[in-house]
């Protein structure tokens, strides 16, 4: 871009991605070792690091009050550039708040992906358990196995949902729902208290330990063989995972939610 527009400075653009990338390894292999004065190791690494990358920002962003796109191709190129900007600013903030500061960060602040910035970590990747990044998903399916309700439902707590989608299932069947079962994840007493006018069959599981009269409920073979069945719906989502969203193809949360569907329909 700088070379289209004839703007000096960038000559050794290749040169400033070798020093921002060792700065960054240094750092990286400091953090993940111990030995002695670590701490203070660690900090002249984190500030070296942060130090080349805000002049690295001041530059880029001198470069983007330089430009004059005058054809689309290179206004779009404009705008990648100002995202990317807006990018590093934020993760120049993110490492100096956390490894400096030593600021707990918030979930819904930090940042998984530079080119899928909506993308969640679902799973630590801990023993045995596989590591995923993407976004929460909720299904219904009924007896026969076929999903008939499903939604993308990103940071949103699952008992948020629960009386919405006994009211949406109530609406779109009416009273060919002889019963109705959901995760212990979708659960609290005022939700199961609510949920009874709605489908008054329901099993679901109380979180916390029941009191005498919730385990009589819990206790008894109809709900204990219906809640049984509900596992069935692990196998539904594996089947997705088959049939295309282990990995999402598209680019930016609308597709997301389209593969999503798509993989769901079929």
């Known amino acids: ?68 796109p005058d054809t689309m191709a290179q206004n779009l190129k404009a705008l990648e550039l100002e995202y990317y900007l807006e990018m590093l600013v934020r993760h120049i903030d993110l490492v100096d708040r956390r490894l400096l500061k030593g600021e707990k960060i918030p979930h819904g602040e930090k940042l998984f992906s530079l080119f899928e910035p909506h993308t969640k970590w679902i799973s630590k990747g801990k023993a045995g358990v596989v590591a995923e990044f993407g976004e929460k998903h909720l299904i219904v399916t009924d007896r026969d196995g076929l999903i008939v309700l499903h939604q993308v439902i990103a940071d949103t707590p699952d008992a948020s949902f629960t009386i919405d989608i006994a009211k949406r299932l109530k609406k779109q069947f009416g009273n060919r729902i002889a019963s109705l079962s959901f995760d212990k994840g979708f659960s609290s007493k005022e939700i199961i208290k609510d949920l009874e006018p709605i489908v008054p069959n329901t099993m679901i599981k109380q979180k916390g330990k029941p009191n005498k ?34 990995k999402c193809r598209d680019k930016g949360k609308t597709n997301f939610d389209k593969y999503v569907s798509l993989a769901v329909l079929s």
């Open 1 to 68: 871009m700088a070379k289209e527009q004839n703007l000096k400075g960038w000559r050794k653009a290749l040169d400033w991605k070798k020093r921002i990338k060792i700065a960054f390894r240094k750092l990286q292999k400091t953090k993940r070792s111990g030995g002695r004065n670590k701490e203070s190791r660690l900090r002249y690494a984190v500030e070296n690091y942060l130090d080349i990358a805000g002049t690295l920002q001041k530059k880029v962003a001198d470069l983007h009050t330089g430009l004059a």
């Open 213 to 246: 009269e919730r385990k009589e409920v819990e206790g008894t073979e109809n709900f204990k063989a219906l809640n049984n069945a509900h596992n069935a719906v692990e196998s539904n989502i594996n089947q997705l995972t088959y049939h295309g969203l282990d």
